[in-house]
């Protein structure tokens, strides 16, 4: 097993108090695998991920759990010791291209600070290797487009740029925190298959952070399924997909328009999420279900399992 999270949380310090943004989160992603981290904003998924790279804000922390890379537990290393990790053999793609580059410096430049800092080869080496990676992820003319900055990129080429600064190491997992955000349709679609390409290409496993179901469909093999920081349904991409068994992500999937839907206006789940230190002793989920009862506000249902990979925290389980 290549990543193994377990009962992960992570809290915040506010002016209000402490609040914890995720809590006892667990799962595992073998090598070569993609595994889709879904839902609302506000649900914890971009929290996970800033977990696992130690990349958490002064206020935040990990208060309990492990993540153990390879069998070493991140959470137990040097700052020294966790560099080199990050971004050698685990990188990130960052929700916002347009401001995850510098603005100030060229593509090229930015992509070979990322080579000669991991790894011990000539300039000319990583040259090279910078104008094969750019050609990888399909940018035009790589000998050319390498002297461009960031704004001469559009949306869909800066995220191109993203993906080989985070392939540049050769990872052994890459981190895809909402990568088709803001990018028109089609551009989306070139997006994923290019991550799937370089799942094929260098074995990398992908953890992939989104709220779009549509994305999860077409690229992971296994979701977890996030509200309010607790997992809530967990299994088989096609398992999920085809028979969801938490009143949420039946939800979600029932939110994707459909052409052969007819109605007036699409479908959405009522209410709001609700703010981290309002979250209810009982399911998160209960005010905005239509299948709530008394004893679903009254205790945290437990994770439990349905199935050999297949998982919900729901007393009131559809389809089961």
């Known amino acids: 097993m290549l990543l193994e999270v377990e009962n992960l949380t992570t809290e915040f310090a506010t002016r209000r108090g402490k609040v914890q943004a995720i809590k006892n989160v667990s799962f595992n992603i073998d090598r070569g695998e993609i595994l889709a981290l879904v839902g609302e904003s506000g649900s914890g998924k971009s929290v996970t991920s800033l977990s696992i790279m130690q990349l958490l804000s002064s206020n935040g922390s990990i208060v309990n759990g492990s993540i ?20 050698n053999r685990i990188s990130m793609i960052f929700q916002e291209p347009m401001t995850s580059l510098n603005p100030i410096f060229t593509v090229g430049d930015q992509i070979l600070e990322s ?7 000539s300039k000319k080496e990583a040259h090279e290797k910078m104008l094969h990676l750019l050609d990888t992820v399909g940018i035009p003319n790589p000998s050319k487009r390498v002297n461009d900055y960031p704004h001469q990129m559009s949306g869909g080429m800066s995220q191109r740029i993203m993906i080989a600064i985070a392939m540049s190491c050769e990872p052994e997992l890459l981190i895809a925190d909402e990568p088709t955000t803001a990018l028109d349709v089609t551009i989306q679609a070139q997006i994923l298959d290019l991550i799937y390409k370089m799942r094929e290409q260098f074995n990398v496993s992908v953890l992939l952070i989104t709220h779009d179901l549509g994305v999860v469909a077409e690229a992971a093999d296994k979701v977890c399924v996030m509200y309010c920081g607790r997992i809530v349904e967990q299994g088989k991409c096609s398992d999920i997909l085809s028979k969801p068994l938490h009143p949420y992500t039946h939800g979600l999937l029932k939110s994707i328009p459909r052409l052969d839907d007819h109605t007036d206006r699409l479908y959405m789940i009522p209410g709001m999420v609700p703010p981290l230190e309002l979250v209810p002793d009982g399911c998160a989920f209960a005010d905005r279900c239509s299948l709530c009862e008394e004893k679903c506000k009254a205790a945290l249902p437990e994770l439990r399992q349905i199935s050999e990979d297949r998982y919900v925290r729901c007393i009131k389980t559809i389809g089961a």
Do not use: A, P, V, Y
Request: hydrophobic content about 30%; charged content about 40%; glycine content about 8%.
């Open 68 to 87: 153990k890379f390879n069998g070493e537990d991140l959470t137990k290393l040097s700052d020294k010791r966790m560099r080199h990790i990050r971004g």
């Open 115 to 121: 080579i000669l800092e991991h790894t011990k080869i």
